[in-house]
């Protein structure tokens, strides 16, 4: 396997987005993820550059909500931070560009 996030292994990276794809299609909106689906987020969520900005000052739970910002597409459901203080903050699976590729042991 190519990448790891976690206990996941893929081959692609079309693989891991299709993997978060269906994590946050089966949700509505202002859900909360399972316990399953909150460890693989915040297993993808080690690898987005701002993860310390994200999390803030402590995470309570992540929801799919509805991201209004233009950058990321308006509209689109996403992955919201909802932190222990009641702030939210969104992050998005565009975040598996950031995962390195497995070194492969000869």
Known sequence: ??????TNHFNTQKEMDNHYRE??????WG?????E???????????????EEKI??????IEIRRNTRESHGFNTKCFFII?????DID???KCIQY???NKIKL
């Open 99 to 101: 995962v390195p590729k």
């Open 31 to 35: 859900e909360t993820l399972s316990p």
């Open 56 to 61: 803030g000052v402590g995470l309570d739970h």
């Open 91 to 93: 992050f998005s699976k």
């Open 23 to 28: 994590i946050i299609a089966k949700y509505d």
């Open 83 to 87: 932190r222990v203080d009641g702030s």
């Open 1 to 6: 396997m190519k990448y790891t996030i976690g």
């Open 37 to 51: 689906d909150h460890i693989d987020a915040i297993e993808l969520l080690q690898f987005h550059p701002d993860k």
